[in-house]
């Protein structure tokens, strides 16, 4: 396998889409089986894809609009990241599937079932979803209803810089918003692994009452009171701070925790979150110095550094929120993974909006976490 990535900042949508593909393509002596491409809301979205997919000629593509650029330089808030890709025994199919926000789950399972037509037996997905979506969890279970454990998953939402607007997803059929772009890729060794250094901070909590997004009652109170009080009481002016250093975390059986990040308060004191929790669920108020969260970094490139000998490529997808609260510390953890798995390697990705991988066999939803695929 051989692979090559590029990055462009210049502000232009054309400029930006052609010096960035152009860059990737120098490193590639055949045309890409695979093009990943990720973009900043920024720019005219079909104006970059349109740059990138003439170069392209047949290739697959794949990716969507987020948070930021995830490159070796740093994270380029405005900017287009492309990594290619092509190898002997290769496959790749794509899905472009509308209306996320719909049917969460039949959408997932219509996706699955349009990349199971390839073929394909044994591969990666990649999940490129809106991440706005009301549903996500339920489009993932979908999918993975379609495939099923003989794949593994990787992915993460699409977004935009906190505007909560509008989103884009990208394969080589073109660009659409609110919709679900994903990929099966076969032919080639991929490890996936994840993590994210928060730890259990209190005692368990038990979620009472919530809907969706929207917890109201914890331990039989008030979500905030509940959440105040795990923390020693906070001001509610000051909810925004204390959410993005103290999320919840909900444990499986392995001990692993599934991280659901809050991000605002509600004027009856129910908390709304990035991604969804059921009632019953039981979960801790987490914590993390930001070291605990580089050094999980590390772990996890070293972990899949030990599975594939001499890679080729580093895909990060890592979680707006984890970038917003580590600031400038944020590339000591992207440097750290590139100084392990090698800095000739190419490294790209972006900031997501929701991660998605897997613990076990099963795909879940995170939040404030780090997937890395190492090819």
């Known amino acids: ?24 393509l120098t490193g590639m002596n055949k045309d890409p089986d695979l093009v990943f491409l990720f973009t900043t809301d920024s720019y005219n979205q079909k104006k970059v894809f349109n740059a ?12 969507f609009c987020g948070g930021g650029i995830i490159t070796p330089k740093g994270v380029l808030n405005q900017g287009v990241g492309v990594l290619c890709c092509s190898g002997d025994k290769m496959e790749v199919k794509t899905s472009l599937q509308k209306n996320v926000e719909e ?20 591969g990666t997905v990649f999940i490129f979803p809106e991440g706005f979506a009301s549903h996500l969890s339920h489009l993932i279970q979908g999918m993975y209803h379609s495939l099923g454990p003989e794949y593994k998953y990787a992915g993460g939402g699409a977004g935009d ?4 607007f ?22 080639i060794d991929l490890e996936i692994y994840l993590g994210h250094g928060w730890k259990p901070k209190k005692d368990p909590m038990v979620i009472t009452e919530s809907e969706g997004k929207k917890v109201i009652q914890i331990n039989g109170i ?22 993005m250093k103290y999320p919840l975390g909900f444990p499986d059986l392995s001990g692993n925790y599934l991280i659901r990040d809050p991000i605002n308060l509600n004027p009856d004191n129910s908390i709304e979150f990035v991604s969804e929790i059921p009632k019953n669920a039981v979960g801790n108020v987490m914590e993390g110095e930001i070291g605990d969260l580089i050094k999980t970094a590390g772990e996890i490139a070293d972990q899949a550094k030990s599975k594939i000998e001499k890679p080729k490529f580093i895909l ?7 970038y ?38 099963v795909p879940l939803l995170h939040n404030k976490t780090m997937v890395m695929v190492l090819g």
């Open 52 to 63: 990138v997919k003439s170069r392209i000629g047949n290739s697959k593509l794949v990716g």
């Open 161 to 164: 810089n906190l505007k909560f």
């Open 316 to 322: 990060l997808f890592d979680c707006i929120s984890r």
């Open 1 to 24: 396998m051989i692979a090559a990535g590029g990055y462009s900042e210049l502000k232009d949508s054309v400029d930006a889409g052609e010096q960035a593909i152009t860059n990737a």
């Open 222 to 243: 008030s979500a905030f009171d509940s959440y105040s009080r795990q923390l020693g009481s906070i001001d509610k002016d000051n909810f925004s701070q204390y959410g």
């Open 166 to 187: 509008k989103t884009f997803q990208f394969t080589e059929k073109g660009v659409e918003s609110g919709a679900l772009a994903s990929a099966l890729v076969g032919g």
């Open 103 to 122: 049917n969460s789950f039949q959408v997932g399972k219509s996706a699955g079932q349009e990349l199971l037509s390839s073929g394909i037996k044994k």
């Open 324 to 361: 917003l609260l580590m600031q400038d510390k944020f590339q000591d953890e992207v440097e750290l993974v590139h100084q392990k798995i090698g800095t000739e390697v190419p490294l790209i990705g972006a900031l997501t909006f929701g991660e998605v991988g897997c613990y076990s066999d």
